[in-house]
């Protein structure tokens, strides 16, 4: 497997001389003036095995990657920075003489919705997004080569309601949808409306393949999307999860299939300070064969474990 540690303007890239591997870091808020930006450790690691390069340097707040077939690496980029951007990027890396620091870089496709939050690959299509209001799930494909700019073949907007939305979709998880070649469920989230209480507003999400419906706040989606070749459509939206305050990372565990939920807590209630959080962050797993299943609730904003105490508050 191959990765990229990243902060707002480099990418650094590890390379395990021993398996020609390269190990997949993303560290954002990473000073680029720091000479090395963490350590290698952990059990049974000897950090001598491992080789860290600056990769690139002039990046424009890299947020999400993928590898090409190549071995290039296609990145995220906005332009003007990640909030309030116009404008974003889709940028490729290529490492020609394995050396661990990119020889070339070129640009397969434009967003003009602003900063992009997150992008994954399922087969020869891309998906990409940026966070909130006016950013659609983008689909792109792409090329004959891996040099060959990506095509747009379809799109998933969210049409937020008046006023403010504190914890919008910002996030994306693809795996292959088991038993359908060529079909990937895309997951993808939608926070609470406020910091501490239960969303009873919903929105519509509206796409050029085919698939719509109504979304609950709170929650985790996930919606096929089916490559035809000259086209994509999409189908089966489903609600995954509720009681989500905003679950902003998540991941298909690549040997049990498993997924992996990450969930921001409670930010701190008046008069405490925001900054000292009401409720723990969490990590939370759906199980694979329980995945489409009945919705799982992880308890916001009824349920959680105190910041500091780790007390339990609520039942459900």
Do not use: C
């Not at 974003?88 to 397969?108: A, E, F, I, K, M």
């Not at 409670?266 to 797993?285: C, R």
């Amino acid at each position: 497997m191959r990765d990229i540690s990243l902060n707002d303007t480099t990418i650094h890239r590890i390379g395990k001389r021993v398996a020609f591997a390269a190990l997949l870091v993303l560290a954002s808020g990473i000073s680029a003036q720091a000479t090395v930006p963490f350590t290698i450790q952990g059990p049974g690691v000897n950090p001598d095995d491992f080789r860290l390069t600056t990769f690139a340097t002039g990046a424009n707040f890299p947020v999400g990657m993928v590898e090409l077939d190549d071995g290039s690496i296609l990145v995220a980029e906005s332009d003007g920075g990640f909030f309030g951007s116009s404008s974003g990027r889709l940028v490729r890396y290529v490492d020609s003489n394995q050396d661990g620091v990119s020889d070339s870089q070129s640009t397969l496709a434009n967003t003009s919705f602003g900063g992009l939050s997150a992008l994954r690959r399922g087969g020869d299509l891309v998906f990409t997004t940026g966070q909130g209001r006016g950013k659609p799930i983008t689909i792109f494909r792409l090329g004959a080569t891996p040099s060959d700019p990506l095509t747009e073949v379809g799109s998933l907007t969210l049409n937020y309601p008046g006023g403010g939305w504190l914890h919008p979709h910002s996030a994306l998880s693809v795996r292959d949808t088991p038993g359908e070649p060529g079909s990937y469920d895309l997951v993808f989230q939608l926070g609470s409306r406020n910091n501490a209480g239960l969303t009873t507003d919903t929105l519509q999400l509206t796409s050029s393949i085919g698939v719509s419906g109504t979304l609950n706040g709170d929650a985790l989606y996930m919606v096929k999307i089916t490559d035809n070749g000259s086209s994509v459509s999409g189908s089966d939206l489903t609600q995954l999860a509720t009681g989500l305050r905003n679950a902003a990372g998540h991941a298909f565990h690549p040997v049990t299939g498993d997924l992996w939920v990450q969930d921001n807590g409670i930010d701190g209630i008046s008069p405490q300070p925001a900054i000292e959080p009401t409720s723990a962050d969490e990590l939370n797993v759906i199980p694979v064969g329980e995945i489409g299943g009945a919705i799982e609730d992880f308890g916001f904003p009824s349920t959680y474990f105190e910041y500091r105490t780790g007390n339990q508050i609520g039942s459900t």
